[in-house]
């Protein structure tokens, strides 16, 4: 149990290391040393062959619950080579690079948390080819991208509030690997409309709900996608669901979007037509590239 305002940088290597806060807030140490990229305030880290990213020894059954991380030039929480790492109503505000970030993990629980200020996605699942993660109930606002999965498989996203982003949810394929095979479902993905320039090789972002740009098999259902609409330029096709390529070609397939309320979008549904097996079924929208994508 901690307690209190905490200047430091803390790496977990144990397993079975459960950290309880009770209005407990974690900062920058004046002079931050860590194994971990960052500065980053929590780290949960295996042994990862940092050449090749294989996890020789996974760091198991950590849970970090109760935290405010905030103002680290890194990441609030950042898991590598974590198995069953549980992330549950934390706070992560004003972070240089991401909320809280699970990178060469499985079994990834993100629940309850709040991820703000971020400067590029708030909350992320990444280089996971056996993710079985699970991202639920959490907020996500204010951020570059709200909810970010590139070269991951496997999970679910349900319950969550993302709006306020330059971007809400996003699939990233060919960056380097596949994406998807996630249930997205339940989420209110809203008001995304910020413009955020490009930074390094990403793209320029601005009013695009969620996008599946390469991805396999998402299961996009039961979704509010509400007033999400460009101000300025963006790197993605804006709209509430956008299904394109992937960032080197690969054609998105075997995505369902069913059944989603999809309102006041710059369009609704936004298709490139690539790839097969993308089925657009029952949406309760308006507009649509191209046109009868919504309500069939």
Request: charged letters at 15%; hydrophobic letters at 35%.
């Amino acid at each position: 149990m901690v307690r209190g305002t905490h200047r430091e940088a803390v790496v977990i290597r144990k397993d079975d290391i459960r950290l309880m806060g009770d209005d407990a807030v974690l900062k920058p140490p004046e002079r931050p040393t860590s194994p971990c990229p960052g500065p980053t305030g929590f780290c949960v880290l295996g042994n990862v062959n940092s050449q090749t990213g294989n996890v020789s020894d996974y760091v198991q059954d950590v849970t970090i619950t109760g935290f405010t991380i905030r103002n680290f030039e890194g990441n609030g929480i950042f898991a590598l080579g974590a198995r069953d790492a549980t992330f549950v109503n934390n706070r992560a505000f004003n972070n240089g690079e991401y909320g809280i970030f699970a990178l060469a993990s499985t079994g990834t629980r993100v629940v309850s948390n709040v991820a703000s200020g971020s400067d590029d996605a708030g909350l992320y699942i990444g280089d996971s080819p056996r993710a079985n993660a699970t991202v639920a109930n959490n907020e996500t606002y204010g951020n570059n991208l709200g909810i970010l999965v590139r070269n991951a498989l496997g999970g679910s996203i349900g319950a969550n509030s993302v709006y306020n982003n330059c971007l809400g949810v996003i699939f990233v394929a060919d960056a380097p690997g596949p994406a998807g095979a996630f249930e997205v479902r339940g989420n209110t993905i809203k008001n995304n409309t910020r413009s955020c320039p490009a930074h390094g090789p990403a793209p320029a972002f601005s009013g695009t709900g969620v996008a599946l740009v390469g991805a396999q098999d998402v299961e996009l259902q039961g979704n509010h996608i509400l007033g999400n609409v460009p101000s300025g330029p963006g790197g993605v096709p804006p709209g509430g669901v956008v299904v394109v390529r992937g960032l080197e070609g690969t054609p998105p397939r075997d995505n369902s979007v069913v059944g989603n309320i999809i309102h006041r979008n710059r369009p609704d549904i936004f298709w490139d037509k690539s790839g097969s097996g993308n089925h657009f079924l029952g949406n309760h929208c308006k507009t649509s590239k191209p046109k009868s994508l919504c309500g069939r």
